[in-house]
């Protein structure tokens, strides 16, 4: 049976380059991109509990979303601080939209 691995060692490490804290940098990084298996969701869920501890995630998630830009969810790859692509596109599409009622305040009032 293919069940995630024990991922008790894995830690952030340290350096000038954020990535150097990747908590995923020291695991298997099959977790992360889980494929449709029934072990997916198991996986899948490992992983947003490793990146819940990752001391990176803000900048993990400020990367993945400026690489992804305006990408649909399919595009999407893998887990990135803790998100699926599919929460990460909806996540874009709340700035979008957010960034839009910013530029168009009188609209938002209702004016
Ligand atoms: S938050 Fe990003 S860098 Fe940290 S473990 Fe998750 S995917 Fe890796």
Do not use: H
Request: charged letters at 25%; aromatic letters at 6%.
């Amino acid at each position: 049976m293919n069940t995630p691995k024990a991922r008790a060692t894995c830690v952030g490490g340290s350096g000038e380059d954020w990535r150097a804290g990747a908590v995923c940098a020291s695991c298997d990084p099959d977790l992360w991109f889980p494929v449709e298996s029934a072990t997916s969701a198991s996986m899948a869920a490992e992983a947003r509990r490793l990146c819940g501890t990752c001391p990176v995630a803000r900048a993990c998630l400020i990367e993945a979303m400026t690489a992804e830009g305006s990408s649909g969810a399919a595009s999407r790859y893998g887990i990135r601080a803790g998100l699926t692509g599919e929460q990460r596109y909806a996540q874009f599409r709340r700035q979008r939209r957010d960034a839009r009622i910013a530029r168009q305040p009188e609209a938002a009032a209702g004016n």
